[in-house]
DNA sequence: CTTCGTCCCGTGAACGTTCACGGAGACGCT
DNA sequence: AGCGTCTCCGTGAACGTTCACGGGACGAAG
């Protein structure tokens, strides 16, 4: 002894008892003297004895549950409101909440490295689907917005195509013609670092906008600064455009700055439209028009098929779950 | 079998090998053939099979260290990019991030969720302190802002009484002479829940303050919609307030929003000042101003005490561990 | 035919707790 | 004295996995 971990073992002989009384005197059990208790957690405190978390949860049989969660940023207030709905959602049962966010690293490891703290991950994955189930190593794993294609994969999936669809038909009813997309480059900092994939944000977009409006696309970075920088861009290029649709809520704020900045009057001169719903749109001089997601239903159904999933008894899920949120328009002034 | 859970043991006879067999097979190790991989994974899918963690973690003796945060509110940025920062910090050491918010809980009943899947546990905390370390069970606390009284209780404690009295002092500089103050009544939906206690912010305040101007507090909901309702509030009980602090800059969003609604000019006859430092306040019109807290300063030195205290050796760390963050005033338009 | 090496695979023994018992002593009552 | 009832405490046996070994089968080399 002396070397390696200070063990239950050790609190015992040092107090002079034995193991049982030691966990009794921790957890705070019945069936123990007052003097004796004190003595232990005393000795225990003296020796810096910290039980071991997996020992106990492993000899206690618990059930305890804890999800992971992979987010783009923690500095984008959507993510972190949706972990707010998740949180909201689990606690009252007892799960906990593992945070992982892609700014510091790659899906795939991500995943390897929740995997063995986690019971279930969810999360906003970009990479292959097929290395994400492996890294996955047999722990359930529920992607939001994509589809999911590979068994072991499941999904909460956001219509984007139904949702886009809607936006550009309200807004052309508002007056709305000339069309511009400001499209996501990736999360922030990672200009240009990976290949970039279009969206099924600006898939649904060039789908439903007229041919003209569907060329009128700039790609920015997922920040405000990026939403500044895009709509500057966007302006040079296409100077005819009369309403933008921004890829999230946070560029778009970041836009109408800018539109500010440059003497563009919003809604006059252009609309601005965001995606996401976040509630800081509101205080935007003027508040933020967006296409809101909503972050409580997705955090529920992602909850709902982890409970499905975890509390099956033997027979695997093989067809994989899914199932499907659709943003809808909130109007604000800014459109 | 049959009843209970689905264990290696399981898998091996049904694949007719080994408990070791599988534990190669799950794990990708080598000194195994293809075919019987192959099979062993089949057979585990088909099974259901999902590895103990905690057999796993205490069998490989890992080293897997997480700790636990308790914010105020996942709603609020603040607390979300302090979240974001110490991943940051910390996930490049390979530990992970278990959240909590006490929108959904007491103090002590999170500590004490957490302390079975943590091994240390940072967070804003209100609660009692000693009720606060017996239900960390030995899992070392950190605190945040508020100092640590207790043994077993760490804490990186924020100086308002440095913060406020300089930013009162610059303010005066920049012609400010009737102050007030919109105070938190504690997290956004407690609306008299528990008996308000007066926060560190505003003893500072109170202090610091000239005696007139000491008395112009009202106490608001912590969220936009409180601050809104407390500058409200405070100009019909205070017409002649010029200078106007807050709480947070969520707050503060709400208070410059209520400005705007009222036909007051920011900052020309009222100046706004928030705490926080938050980046969207820069996008409002005009910028919000604050005190700005160096959440990256906060988030290291919280991660640095629990990597002191979970490194120790043997001894246990006995006058409390605390460091200290200032915050600072950052100019912008409002003020 | 022996010897060595490589490739697979299996068997006890940990890892550090908690659970289900069982038992010693003190005390009161008949 | 005998018996029952508390209160307090200790001893094997789990919990489900991984680690350190050891060993058989097979082919190549001597």
Known sequence: MGVGRITIEDVAAAAGVSRQTVTRAMNGMPEISARTRELVLRTA??????????????????????????????????????????????????????????EQGDDVELVAALSGQADAIVGYFTGDETALVTAARGVPLIQVERAATVPGLHAVVLDFDAAIEALLGELRDRGARRFGLIESGGPPGEEGAGAYRPTRRRRAYERFADSDSAGRVVVADESIRGGADGLARLRAAHPGVDTVLVFNDLMAMGAMQQAQLDGVAVPGDLRVVGVDGLSLGAVMTPPLSTLSIDRRAVATEAADIVGTLLDRAEPPPHPPVVRTVTPRPLWRESA
């Open 45 to 102: 405190a003296e020796l810096g004895y910290r039980p071991s978390r997996f020992a106990s949860n492993l000899a206690a049989r618990r059930k305890s549950r804890s999800v992971g969660l992979v987010l783009g940023s923690l500095r984008n207030p959507y993510y972190t409101e949706l972990a707010a709905e998740l949180l909201d959602v689990v606690a009252p049962r007892g799960w906990h909440v593992l945070m992982a966010s892609r």
